[in-house]
């Protein structure tokens, strides 16, 4: 079977360059915009001003109580890691598309909480169960139409970034840990995970792409998925082999899988745009080495989620009674949890995962070209 044939290479190893941090100032270069794309890891406030019930409590504290001292939308207690790049290249920090009064100077974030790389009537036909149409299909559409409106404004659309920005800016592609959770949801199997749906995921990414590179796109950022065996929600949902550390095998095995195959379709764009940069961070792979060295950088608690239901369940999360501004259990000290809320991150593990990455050149892979 093909799809078996190409996992079977793809196993092998998922390799990144490993640079220093000089020559990952000069691969990040400098860009004058973000457009963003993805799921609830990037999305600054689109699902709450959609008002999905899911996301609401991220209107309330104790979300944002480190940063920005309230809620801002986020699903953290502070930065997203797409704050921290924003903030590294000199720009705001970004606004999502729905706030129709934001600036959008520096880029906009179309990112939206409980998305899917695959569309809606894929996810149906396999009884999958997504909770929301906001698909990576749809946050295109909405860059798309953006684009067009600043530019048959000619310059008199107020707060949006320039023509030339389109083209210059650093798109980036968050995307596809949801289609997979769901999947297991609907009691699909790691095997079926593996060989079909990551594929279907990737080749709908790469769609994506070649959608915005026909529409004057050069410069992209794409983040892989991180280990979901090692997420509390799974933790406490799911039984199976557990690595030292504790966290779910299979699951991160599907974690892996898809950030090479990612890496796989990077490879091949690069060959075919050979004058487009292509940047690959690898979130698998600095999750997993903050995690094994979680002392040192002060994570005394790596499994159990900081906000949650309270001592009563393991990992400290329960689906019926997430983290909200009633919950039973608020760690005092998040800069000691990876968790935030049994799905999503807290602000301390965001900066040191973009240490890890963009500062140090760790975990980042952008050996194609260096921007000057």
């Keep these: 079977m093909q799809i078996a044939g190409t996992l079977i290479s793809l196993c092998a190893f998922l390799f990144l360059a490993f640079i220093n941090a000089a020559e990952s100032a000069q691969i990040m270069g400098a860009y004058p915009a973000l457009f963003i794309f993805g799921d609830s890891l990037s999305d600054t406030g689109n699902a709450a001003l959609e008002a999905l019930p899911y996301a609401m409590k991220t209107t309330h504290l104790p979300y944002g109580e480190t940063f920005p001292g309230w809620p801002s939308g986020r699903f953290s207690d502070g930065h997203l890691l797409v704050d921290l790049l924003a903030t590294h290249f000199d720009l705001p920090l970004p606004n999502p598309f729905l706030n129709a009064s934001a600036d959008f100077v520096g880029g906009v974030n179309f990112a939206v909480a409980?998305?899917?790389?695959?569309?809606?009537?894929c996810l149906t036909s396999l009884k999958v169960k997504s909770l929301t149409n906001l698909s990576l299909d749809v946050q295109i559409s909405w860059h798309l139409k953006?684009?067009?409106?600043?530019e048959s404004s000619i310059g008199l659309l107020k707060g949006s970034p320039t023509e030339a920005a389109f083209a210059e800016a650093l798109y980036v592609i968050e995307s596809g840990g949801n289609d997979y959770v769901y999947a297991y949801s609907a009691g699909y199997t790691p095997?079926?995970?593996?060989?079909?749906?990551?594929?279907?995921?990737?080749?709908k990414i790469q769609s994506a792409v070649n959608t915005l590179i026909s529409n004057g796109a050069r410069n992209f950022l794409f983040v892989t998925i991180t280990p979901l065996g090692c997420l509390p929600a799974l933790l406490s949902r799911y039984n199976g082999t557990k690595d030292s550390i504790g966290c779910l095998e299979e699951y991160n095995q599907a974690?892996?899988?898809?950030g090479a195959h990612l890496q796989t379709m990077v490879e091949t764009l690069r060959i075919s745009y050979p004058n487009d940069t292509f940047l690959l961070m690898d979130f698998y792979g600095a999750y997993k080495y903050v995690q094994n060295h979680n002392e040192e950088?002060?994570?005394?608690?790596?499994?159990?989620?900081?906000?949650?239901?309270?001592?009563d369940y393991p990992y400290n999360y329960n689906a019926d009674d997430e983290c909200n501004e009633n919950?039973?259990?608020?760690c005092s000290d998040p800069t000691a949890y990876i968790s935030w809320d049994g799905v999503h991150f807290t602000d301390a593990f965001h900066v040191q995962i973009f240490n890890q990455t963009f500062i140090t050149g760790s975990f980042l892979d952008g050996a194609h070209k260096a921007l000057s």
């Design 114 to 121: 409980g998305s899917t790389a695959l569309n809606p009537s």
């Design 146 to 150: 953006f684009k067009a409106e600043v």
């Design 191 to 203: 095997s079926f995970i593996n060989f079909t749906l990551i594929p279907l995921v990737v080749q």
């Design 255 to 258: 974690s892996f899988l898809h």
């Design 297 to 311: 950088f002060g994570f005394v608690k790596s499994l159990e989620a900081c906000c949650g239901a309270g001592d």
């Design 327 to 330: 919950s039973a259990s608020l």
